[in-house]
């Protein structure tokens, strides 16, 4: 990429420690989001800057960036993800809104006290995967659901098949055996693939585990029969700000795919292959922090039924009293048998 005046902003904050976000709302208009707060920060670009900045990464994307195709997702060369909202939609220059790829964080031991967690909840975490649960993260916009899915993917045992499917490249992880799949939208002659046209063909492919990054429509259908079917250990993340709003999201999304299913055997397929909702939210100080382990444990009548294994009490996560249905499973994967007491 060449460089110009925001290359070189963004290259200064890349050697400040706390900062997780860059905005860029106009010329003259900029912020940082630096340990959960906006900071508006003293620089003003050219339009000739932001619009080289937009075109340089549309052309290392692969993607157009124009008013026909006004906006446009993607990633920097450091795999800080990108969004782009043209000129013409916001009555001033290109909308630029970058979230830093943090390099620190690269797995649950060597990221202590990420999310609020101790190392006893860590522990937790690590052996959910081991013991292949089917896990969605759950969280809003900015909490840090593809950070959580990263640090989960570094505990996947290395001879296991994966394979990802992005819209947008987030997924940072060092497993030798992985096939790492995007989305891409129709350009020119390229008739282009969407999130459910790759995962319906990654059931041809031998996957031990399917990680979707994000799903945000009918893809959910196909996800959730492979999690039925044998693809245990599957992850994905949903826009949401509770369980239970994962959940009813989960059904919302799933009749995007055009099946009319009752709503109890609709409700049935989701409890059969959700284990838990990790549910991600920023607390008083603007802090990431995990505020419920939530296991999916059944159905009564058209009910999917759901425990809290762990959530915030007086600042801190503690365990409910609750012990998960999975225990013996969770067991033979490494869960101390005692675990819980004192937890």
Not at 105 to 131: C, E, H, R
Request: charged share 25%.
């Amino acid at each position: 990429m060449s460089k110009n005046k925001i290359n070189e902003m963004f290259d200064e904050i890349g050697k400040k420690n706390g900062i997780s976000e860059v905005i860029i709302n106009d010329l003259d208009n900029v912020y940082v989001e630096k340990d959960g707060e906006l900071i508006r920060i003293d620089v003003k670009f050219s339009q000739e800057d932001v619009e080289a900045f937009c075109q340089d990464l549309a052309k290392f994307n692969r993607k157009v960036f124009n008013p026909e195709n006004p906006i446009m997702d993607g990633n920097l060369p450091d795999g800080s993800r990108l969004n782009l909202i043209h000129s013409d939609y916001t009555k001033a220059s290109h909308a630029i809104t970058i979230r830093r790829y943090m390099k620190s964080i690269k797995t649950f031991d060597g990221s202590p006290g990420i999310f609020g967690l101790s190392p006893t909840w860590m522990q937790f975490l690590k052996v959910l995967v081991k013991a292949r649960m089917n896990v969605v993260v759950s969280g809003g916009t900015g909490v840090g659901k593809s950070t959580l899915l990263n640090l989960l993917l570094q505990e996947i045992p290395q001879k296991e098949r994966i394979i990802t499917i992005e819209d947008t490249r987030e997924l940072q992880f060092g497993s030798p055996n992985v096939v790492r799949l995007e989305a891409r939208p129709p350009l020119g002659d390229l008739k282009g693939l969407t999130i459910r046209d790759l995962l319906k063909n990654t059931l041809r492919m031998r996957p031990d585990r399917i990680i979707v990054g994000e799903v945000r429509g009918g893809e959910v259908f196909d996800l959730l029969q492979a999690m039925n079917t044998g693809h245990e250990g599957s992850m994905t993340s949903v826009h949401s700000n509770s369980p239970g709003e994962c959940l009813m999201r989960l059904e919302n999304l799933y009749m995007l795919a055009g099946y009319e299913l009752p709503i109890r055997a609709l409700r049935y397929q989701i409890s059969s292959a959700v284990d838990f909702v990790l549910q991600i939210r920023r607390d008083k100080e603007g802090k990431r922090i995990i505020s419920h382990v939530t296991e999916i444990s059944n159905m009564e009548g058209d009910k999917i039924l759901t425990q809290d294994i762990g959530t915030i009490k007086n600042g801190e996560f503690k365990f409910t009293g609750l012990v998960p249905s999975c225990f013996e499973r969770l067991k033979k994967a490494g869960l101390p048998t005692d675990f819980f007491i004192g937890t």
